[in-house]
């Protein structure tokens, strides 16, 4: 069946260092997406990015990279110099292209930043 | 410009009064989705609609009930029915069944 699990419940850093969330993710299809959600205060889910399983290859954008490995079912999520601004929820997320019509959500990892 | 909408942004409905949460988008998708969010907790599939007139439930449809008449709206009753329905409503949609899903600015329904 597939799952995500975001084992980091709650991480806090001060402002400045990188940070890393976790995300590993189990799968019976060859053919899948994988997505990260940005929850900030307001509440509203916002799209950050969204990989297919036939691109293994790094992503960069500004002060965030994604790191996706099938080896170990892992999309992990780095935030370089973290801001107070990235304090919010961030979710980890897969749908089965060939399998299923909807999206599963990992329970997400708070992320305080401190000034 | 394109968007998706839900209104309102807070409700308070008495014990035992149904409540109807409105959904609304112009991106021309054809999948909506309905998401619980209590606090601290992830989203939980309420229900979800791949095209006009046919929807399923999701994991906690119990409680609730929806419609699809229109490809632009999917609203989401509350049933009486519905034990504890204090919590975030979330509201997506997204082209087809697996692809990127972009979420509407939520409503906070509160029972008094």
């Known amino acids: 069946a597939q799952k995500v699990t975001q084992a980091q419940t709650e991480i806090s850093v001060v402002e400045k260092e990188d940070v890393t969330l976790d995300c590993v993710y189990e799968?019976?299809?060859?053919?899948?997406?994988l997505f990260w959600y940005k929850q900030p205060p307001s509440g509203e889910l916002v799209f950050l990015i969204r990989r297919n399983s036939f691109d293994e290859q790094n992503e960069i954008s500004g002060r965030y990279s994604w790191n996706f490995q099938k080896s170990t079912s892992s999309f992990n999520f780095t935030i370089t110099a973290s801001q107070v601004v990235d304090s919010a929820v961030y979710f980890c997320?897969?749908?089965?292209?060939?399998?299923?019509?909807?999206?599963?959500f990992g329970k997400g990892t708070r992320l305080h930043i401190l000034p | 410009d394109g968007g998706i909408t839900q209104s309102p942004k807070y409700l308070f409905r008495k014990e035992g009064q149904n409540v109807t949460l409105s959904c609304e988008q112009n991106?021309?998708?054809?999948?909506m989705y309905w998401y619980r969010q209590d606090p601290g907790q992830g989203l939980r599939l309420i229900y979800y609609?791949?095209?006009?007139?046919?929807?399923q439930k999701g994991d906690i449809a119990e409680g609730y009930s929806v419609s699809r008449e229109k490809k632009e709206s999917f609203p989401l009753t509350v049933t009486s029915a519905q034990k504890n329905p204090t919590a975030f409503y979330l509201c997506?949609?997204?082209?087809?069944?697996?692809?990127?899903?972009?979420f509407g600015p939520g409503t906070r329904l509160t029972v008094l």
């Open positions: 997320a897969l749908s089965e292209v060939n399998r299923d019509d909807k999206i599963i």
């Open positions: 991106l021309n998708h054809d999948a």
């Open positions: 799968t019976r299809d060859t053919t899948y997406y």
């Open positions: 609609s791949q095209i006009v007139n046919d929807f």
């Open positions: 997506a949609s997204s082209i087809a069944g697996a692809e990127t899903q972009y």
